[in-house]
C-alpha cells in the first residue's frame, strides 16, 4: 500500500498536478465541513421518573438556549411510568414546542439509566446525544460551550465537570463535599481517566461512540457514568472538558446513602481490577 | 494491562530491591551504613503519601466553588419560566 501512495505522488508531482490535487482536496475539505457543521444535529435524553415539576423548567431552558445558539435538535423524554404525571407534563410540552422538538419515548416501566440511554439512542435522529439530569442540577445554558469545543477540537466526547475552573456545586455540606472530593481522589489514583469529573451526567457524545460505549457497559445506577469514561479511555476516544455549575436538586430529594458509597467502591475496584 | 497489573508489577519490583538490600543480597556500604532507614522506607512512604492524600483531598474540599449565583439565577429562570409556560397555556400540576 505505502509504495503505491509514493508512486503516485510522484506520478503527479513529475506532472505539475500535485498543487492543482492538493487544492482541490483542500476546497473540498472546506465545503464538507461547513456542510456538516450546519446539518449536526443534536439529540438530548431526558430520562425521567417523577420530574413533574423539573421537566417543564428544563425544556424551556433547553429551548430558550439552543434556539438562542441556533442549533437543530431535538428533546427526548424518555419516562419511565411516572406516578405522578410527568407523561402529561412532557404531552403538554409537546404542543406547545411541536412534536419536532420534543419526542415522546416512554416506557412501561422503572428500567434504569444503561436501558434508557439505548432505548433513546435507537430513536434519536441526531449525529451527537446530550444526556443530563432532568432534575435541574444542570444548566442547559453550558450545552453550547459544550458543542464549540467539540467543533474546535473534533472530540469524541465532552463532559462537563464540577472539578475544574469556575465549575463547582451549590447545596453541598462539608460531608457532602468530602465524600466527593475524596471518592473522586480515589479514583483518579486508580483509574487515571483523563476526566476529571467520573461521575458527572451532563455529557455531549457522537453518536456511534455512544453506542459503543452503552453496549460495554455493564454497571448500573451513577456508576454507570464513570465506567463510560474509563471504557472511553480504554477505546483511546477523545475527551473535552468544560466547568459547569451543579445546582443539587430544587425540588425532591437528593440521595447519596450507604448504600450508593458501597456500589461505588464496588464499581471502583471491579474497574480498577479490569481496565 | 490492567491498572491492577501495573500496580502488582511497580509494588512487586519495589519489593524485590527491597528485599534483596535487606537480607543483603546486594552488598555495599551506602546500604550498610543507612540499613535502619532502608527499612522503615516503606513505613514512611506509606505515611507520606497518606499527608498528601488528606491535604490533597482536605484542600480541594475548602477550595470547592459554592456557586450561589448559579443557585440564585437557576431560581430566578424557574419564575420566569413558569410564567411564560403559563400564558402560553401550560397547566402546572400542583402536589402536595
Redesign the interface.
Known amino acids: 500500500m505505502i509504495p503505491e501512495i509514493i508512486f503516485v505522488n510522484k506520478q503527479t508531482e513529475f506532472l505539475g498536478w500535485k498543487y492543482i490535487v492538493k487544492t482541490l482536496t483542500k476546497s473540498f475539505d472546506v465545503v464538507r465541513s461547513v456542510k456538516t457543521m450546519s446539518q449536526n444535529i443534536y439529540s438530548i435524553l431526558l430520562p425521567t421518573f417523577n420530574e413533574k415539576d423539573n421537566l417543564p423548567i428544563i425544556v424551556w431552558l433547553l429551548v430558550k438556549y439552543l434556539d438562542q445558539s441556533q442549533l437543530n435538535y431535538e428533546i427526548i423524554i424518555i419516562d419511565d411510568a411516572s406516578p405522578d404525571g410527568t407523561l402529561d407534563v412532557a404531552k403538554q410540552l409537546q404542543k406547545i414546542y411541536g412534536e419536532k422538538k420534543i419526542v415522546l419515548r416512554p416506557r412501561e416501566a422503572k428500567l434504569g439509566l444503561g436501558t434508557a440511554y439505548i432505548h433513546g439512542i435507537k430513536h434519536a435522529s441526531g449525529n451527537f446525544i446530550i444526556i443530563m439530569d432532568a432534575d435541574l442540577s444542570h444548566h442547559p445554558k453550558f450545552i453550547p460551550e459544550f458543542i464549540e469545543l467539540q467543533k474546535k477540537e473534533n472530540l469524541d466526547i465532552v463532559t462537563g465537570t464540577r472539578y475544574l475552573g469556575d465549575g463547582g456545586v451549590f447545596g453541598w455540606d462539608f460531608k457532602r463535599k468530602l465524600v466527593s472530593r475524596g471518592a473522586n481522589f480515589l479514583s483518579q489514583l486508580l483509574l487515571r481517566p483523563n476526566c476529571s469529573d467520573l461521575t458527572g451526567s451532563f455529557r455531549l457524545y457522537r453518536k456511534d461512540v455512544l453506542q459503543e460505549l452503552v453496549s460495554r457497559c455493564v454497571s448500573k445506577g451513577y456508576v454507570f457514568q464513570m465506567e463510560m469514561i474509563v471504557r472511553a479511555r480504554e477505546l483511546n476516544y477523545t475527551i473535552g472538558e468544560i466547568p459547569i455549575t451543579f445546582v443539587d436538586r430544587v425540588y425532591g430529594q437528593s440521595k447519596l446513602g450507604g448504600t450508593e458509597i458501597f456500589q461505588f467502591a464496588k464499581n471502583l475496584l471491579y474497574l480498577f481490577a479490569t481496565t | 494491562m490492567?491498572?491492577?497489573m501495573e500496580w502488582v508489577f511497580v509494588l512487586s519490583l519495589f519489593f524485590a530491591a527491597y528485599i534483596a538490600i535487606v537480607t543483603k543480597q546486594i552488598q555495599s556500604d551506602v546500604f550498610d551504613n543507612w540499613m535502619f532507614e532502608v527499612k522503615v522506607a516503606p513505613v514512611i512512604l506509606v505515611l507520606l503519601f497518606g499527608v498528601y492524600?488528606a491535604s490533597?483531598?482536605l484542600y480541594?474540599?475548602f477550595t470547592?466553588?459554592?456557586?450561589?449565583e448559579?443557585?440564585e439565577?437557576?431560581?430566578r429562570?424557574?419564575k420566569e419560566?413558569?410564567e411564560?409556560?403559563m400564558s402560553?397555556?401550560?397547566?402546572?400540576?400542583e402536589?402536595n
Open positions: 490492567t491498572k491492577l492524600a490533597t483531598v480541594r474540599v470547592f466553588n459554592d456557586c450561589p448559579a443557585a439565577e437557576l431560581q429562570q424557574i419560566a413558569r411564560d409556560l402560553r397555556g401550560f397547566r402546572f400540576i402536589s
